[in-house]
């Protein structure tokens, strides 16, 4: 089935009422932490916080639209496993710099329909920056249009990447393309919320962002958010973007296959292989 601007406007209004909520709570929670754990692997954290930004969140969108269904970092699968619409829910993208008080977090509220990215909206709960965005109907921030920036060479790009949690177990790790990458570009971040790299990347802060061992909540919201703003989303080969494959490279399209060759180049570190 496919969806009418009024049916998109309507989500992304909705996804809009949803980050901003999980955004007030981080807000009110922001250096006021108590419950700080670990979830899994060393790093990966969880507080109070994103706990209770989620249930905001998932309290707009089962109040306005209880027949869609729901994947959200903190909850899990909600909802029956055939419905084509699914929301994918981070509401805290970027717990680690929350929990310091390094300013770049995000909430992340993105729409998929039949597993292809359609609406978004991301809060950054810091600086107040509303990115929206929705299949045929632009990006925006505060409101405003936003575009991709026009860089055309690798030389010139500032680009962005991150570490997966499950870094130190894989010599697919990154380290060596963040490498590779740092040498032939201006620089190479590593922002710390995939939401606002997106973001970031769709507004011409920055000209390209890649990452593996991601999940579907990361990236939703922010994958509409390039496409929309003129940029260009796929798998590191170029190949169509698949959300479960948990890999991305976007950018602002002119840099795409440069960045995309450059990856296919990479070869593990020695010193950060695993043994086995
Ligand atoms: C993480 C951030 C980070 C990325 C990690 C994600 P979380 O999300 O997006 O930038 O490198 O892979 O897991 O754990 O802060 O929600
Ligand atoms: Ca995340
Ligand atoms: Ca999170």
Redesign the pocket.
Known sequence: MSYSSDHLQRFLAIATEAAQAGGAVLQRYWGQLSDIQQKGRPG?LVTEADKAAEVEVLGVLRRHLPDHAILA?ESGRLGTNDNPLVWAV?P?????NYTHQYPFCAVSVGLLIEGVPAVGAIFDPVRGDLFRAARGLGATCNRQPIRVSETDSLADSLLVT????DRRETADNNYAEFCQLTHLTRGVRR?????I?LAYVACGRLDGYW?R???PW?VAAGVILVQEAGGQVTAYDQSPFDIESGRILASNGPIHSQLSHELAQVKPLERFIPKS
């Open positions: 990966d970092e981070d805290l993208d970027g717990t680690t991150g570490f997966a949690y922002g710390g919320s995939a939401a790299d990452e061992g991601l999940s990361d």
